[in-house]
């Protein structure tokens, strides 16, 4: 009778010998065989390398510099995504006739700039252009995107081992899902493999600077890495990486391993304080000593409507002028900023009741409040700078090369559902949730909202108005 309890005794621990080695190795496997390098080193540095605006030279079939248009699409998840895409659509559908040649709108998109939801629109339009108007709605809009990533995460057996290592996290999985669904493998070596515009500035934030992170070769430079061999999908993920929700992504710093030389914008203060802060951030990243890594969360925690690039580089480099010479663009006569913002609003009736919000709402409080206030101060920023860069237009001596022609003028489109007249709909928007999925209703309304936001600002309508002028004392072959 004794001989069974030692059996069961001996089986016991033979189970737990067995747990343990099991445990033992999958940590031994998350910690030493999951630390993805995201980003890869940069041989040697050049320049004229890379993924950068100089590089994407106007087409005689597609975009001009003379007709210059700068869009931003905003974090929101896929409501922002939707917004986006609905936008993209309406200028795909607007006709003009420019300097002879009758064209879409959309042709003349040169850069987009894009965080969180909006760089899924961005970076997919990038890559595919008209492709994105057949089969985008199907492969992402309307695609449940949050049961795919829970469904990896929670029924994966080799996720659960992987997601033991602390170099390897929620975002990981979800740039493996976003590589293998959405963008086909493809890097920003395709992108430029097809030298065509629009280029696009994908942005996260960095945790340790709280600043602006371009996914852009210039800004992979400092860090002697090659923006080349990124997927799109790690760029694409970084951007959306919102806290709680998603880990964040490193990259390695190779800082002075290329032979990088700084421009004469590193080298000395800007005047202006954002030029200074925007070149004091930037040059943190030049010592690998003491920045080896970079860690990046969702775009919207730094910039959430996509301008604050326009406003610090502008200011980084100078002035209007300056700026637009180090993109290479020539002879300017209209210069186009697009703003597309999905931004949230608060609900009142969320706090009606006597008692104190949980935990997950005072998250999402903690990240809405400065996100809201800060894009509101972005937007009113960019109109106030708008008309400080149309003044400096004016005072240009005459003679004196020029990015821009004498006759040059600015535009400034806001897409946003703070625009929408209709109080109802605009709530309807508003309350629209910001996650990576929406019910089909849901995307039908933003589609239309898109277009009908664009075709109702007034300054779209007089950008209208004047190249129809235009085209009537140029008309089309």
């Not at 390897?168 to 999985?173: C, L, P």
């Not at 928007?429 to 309304?445: F, S, Y």
Request: a neutral charge; hydrophobic letters at 40%.
């Amino acid at each position: 009778m004794s001989y069974i309890p030692r059996r069961i005794e001996g089986v016991g621990r033979r189970v737990v010998a067995a747990l343990a080695l099991i445990s033992l190795f999958s940590l031994t496997l998350g910690c030493e065989y999951v630390r993805p390098t995201m980003n890869a080193p940069l041989a040697k540095w050049d320049a004229a390398y890379g993924y950068r605006s100089t590089n994407l030279p106007p087409s005689k079939t597609g975009s001009s510099d003379s007709l210059f248009i700068v869009a931003s699409f905003s974090g929101g998840g896929t409501r922002a995504s939707t917004l986006a895409y609905g936008v993209l659509r309406e200028l795909a559908r607007t006709q003009i006739v420019w300097e002879g040649q009758r064209k879409r709108l959309l042709d003349e998109l040169n850069i987009i700039n894009a965080l969180s939801g909006g760089s899924f629109t961005a970076a997919y339009y990038a890559l595919y252009g008209d492709r994105i108007f057949d089969d985008f709605e199907t492969r992402f809009l309307r695609k449940n995107w949050e049961s795919e990533l829970r469904a990896r995460i929670f029924r994966s057996p080799i996720n659960w081992f992987r997601m033991w290592s602390p170099f390897f996290g929620r975002a990981h999985i979800f740039s493996e899902l976003l590589d293998e669904a959405l963008f086909d493998g493809h890097t920003f070596g395709d992108l430029m493999a097809q030298p065509r515009r629009p280029m696009i500035f994908i942005h996260a934030s960095d945790m340790a600077s709280l600043s602006r992170f371009e996914f852009n070769q210039r800004q992979f430079d400092l860090i002697c890495s090659d923006l080349n061999q990124l997927p799109l999908s790690v760029a694409t993920a970084a951007s959306s990486a919102l806290p709680l929700l998603l880990s964040p992504i490193s990259m390695t710093n190779y800082a002075g391993q290329c032979g990088y030389v700084l421009p004469p914008q590193l080298q000395e203060l800007r005047k202006t304080s954002w030029g200074r802060l925007r070149a004091t951030q930037l040059r943190t990243y030049l010592d690998a000593k003491k920045r080896p890594y970079i860690y990046l969360l969702d775009g919207g925690l730094s910039d959430n409507i996509g301008m604050r690039e326009v406003l610090e580089n502008t200011s980084f480099y100078g002035d209007i002028e300056s700026t637009f010479v180090s993109l290479g663009a020539k002879q300017i006569r209209k210069l186009v900023y697009l703003m597309v913002s999905a931004e949230t609003s608060p609900d009142p009736d969320q706090y009606i009741l006597n008692e104190i919000p949980g935990l997950m709402r005072v998250s999402r409080a903690l990240i809405d409040i400065p996100i809201n206030r800060y894009s509101t101060d972005t937007v009113e920023f960019m109109k106030q700078s708008v008309e400080q860069w149309r003044a400096q237009l004016l005072q240009r001596p005459q003679g004196v090369e020029s990015a821009f022609t004498s006759n040059a003028d600015i535009y400034i489109i806001n897409v946003s559902f703070t625009e929408m007249e209709d109080l109802q709909e605009q709530a309807r928007l508003m309350n629209i949730p910001t996650n990576l999925a929406l019910n089909g209703e849901q995307v039908d309304h933003l589609l239309q909202a898109g277009a009908q936001l664009l075709r109702n600002d007034k300054e779209f309508q007089r950008l209208m108005r004047d190249l129809a002028e235009e085209a009537a004392v140029r008309p089309s072959p």
